[in-house]
């Protein structure tokens, strides 16, 4: 069964860190780029960073850069999110996606080029 499967998340304190797993079932990962993304209550979803198949490539939206990391281990199927100094406005559902090889910087995607899609992850920050 093809899928990507999430895991981490919570609850955390405002200036906490959390990190995101996706893993890759049933597809090799080393074939996709990945993005994560995020939907709050009441807002569209946002793309949050992305990378490329190689790890040649990344990209952040602004309201994370220098505080997110996006990593992916090919040999694990596994990509990561690594979320520091979190804030109360990153609370959202997270999601992680998949985009077959196409472009060599992974932001040239669309949301609509990203195949599969992982369950989501509840992301709450708060004191």
């Known amino acids: 069964q093809v899928q990507l499967v999430q895991s981490g998340g919570g609850l955390v304190q405002p200036g906490g860190s959390l990190r995101l797993s996706c893993a890759a079932s049933?597809?090799?990962?080393?074939?996709?780029?990945i993005g994560w993304f995020r939907q709050a209550p009441g807002k569209e979803r946002e793309g949050v960073a992305c990378?490329?198949?190689?790890?040649?490539?990344?990209h952040y939206a602004d309201s994370v850069k220098g505080r997110f990391i996006i990593s992916r281990d090919n040999a694990k199927d596994t990509v990561y999110l690594q979320m520091n100094s979190l804030k109360p406005e990153d609370t959202a559902v997270y999601y992680c996606?998949?985009?077959?090889?196409?472009?060599?910087?992974?932001?040239?995607?669309?949301?609509?080029?990203?195949?599969?899609w992982g369950q989501g992850t509840q992301i709450t920050v708060s004191s």
């Open positions: 049933g597809f090799i990962l080393d074939y996709y780029a």
């Open positions: 990378i490329s198949n190689s790890d040649t490539s990344t």
């Open positions: 996606a998949a985009a077959l090889i196409r472009y060599y910087y992974c932001s040239n995607y669309t949301s609509n080029e990203y195949t599969y």
